[in-house]
């Protein structure tokens, strides 16, 4: 399985915006980057998913290298809620769907 | 939408008893189910995955005949720890896939085992 770096852990200041890095340089053609959130004590939740564009979405926006070889988790204004362990996750278009699960960032909001 | 249940959400059970643990998906069909184990300030790690009506494909290690997987509709999985032992406590959460590859998955809450 391709394998994704994360920093174990950030912190930000409420209401402003978090930039979450992920390195995927093995990442083959076929790979979907996604990103889930573990908020504590429950079970994780989907964020967003990309291939090559950008993404936005309600939660979040997906910034993907040119090269593919990383991205960047977006939260444009943070709040205490999105305090989360965050998962970027490679996975590919063939083959299972299971997903690898590896250390995530520990994202801390100060108020 | 997209909603995925657990039941229970805890359970403290004596060494030695089994546990069952349902998965249910609210308000679609899930064609793929996963479950996965998480301890204590560690990742998720998966367990097994399941299609309905047939056998659930368990990961290396995962003993099957401990951790037992019935996918019987497309709606529900259940997972039943047999003879459980104390380090079989942990936090098991079960996801919802509904079709096609790269279909996000979607969480349950979680069921908190504690064996005694």
């Known amino acids: 399985d391709a394998k994704t770096t994360q920093p174990n852990s950030m912190e930000s200041n409420e209401e402003e915006p978090v930039h979450l890095p992920c390195n995927h340089s093995?990442?083959?053609?076929?790979?979907?980057i996604h990103w889930y959130r573990q908020l504590p004590s429950q079970g994780p939740e989907y964020v967003i998913h990309g291939l090559t564009s950008n993404v936005n979405n309600r939660m979040a926006s997906l910034a993907i290298a040119e090269d593919r070889k990383s991205s960047t988790l977006i939260l444009h204004r943070a709040t205490l809620r999105d305090a989360a362990v965050y998962y970027c996750i490679l996975v590919s278009n063939f083959g299972n769907e299971k997903l690898t699960f590896g250390t995530g960032t520990r994202l801390t909001i100060i108020p | 939408g997209a909603v995925v249940s657990q039941h229970p959400s805890w359970v403290i059970c004596k060494s030695g008893t089994s546990v069952k643990i349902e998965c249910r998906s609210l308000?679609?069909?899930?064609?793929?189910m996963f479950w996965y184990r998480q301890f204590p300030k560690q990742s998720l790690m998966l367990m097994a995955t399941s299609n309905e009506g047939s056998k659930a494909t368990y990961e290396q290690g995962v003993e099957k005949d401990k951790f037992l997987i019935n996918h019987a509709s497309l709606t529900l999985s259940t997972l039943t720890v047999t003879s459980a032992h104390p380090e079989d406590s942990s936090f098991y959460i079960c996801?919802?896939?509904?079709?096609?590859?790269?279909?996000?998955?979607?969480f349950g809450p979680g069921t908190r085992l504690l064996v005694l």
């Open positions: 996801s919802a896939q509904r079709g096609v590859a790269r279909e996000t998955q979607y």
């Open positions: 308000d679609f069909q899930a064609t793929t």
């Open positions: 093995t990442i083959s053609g076929t790979d979907y």
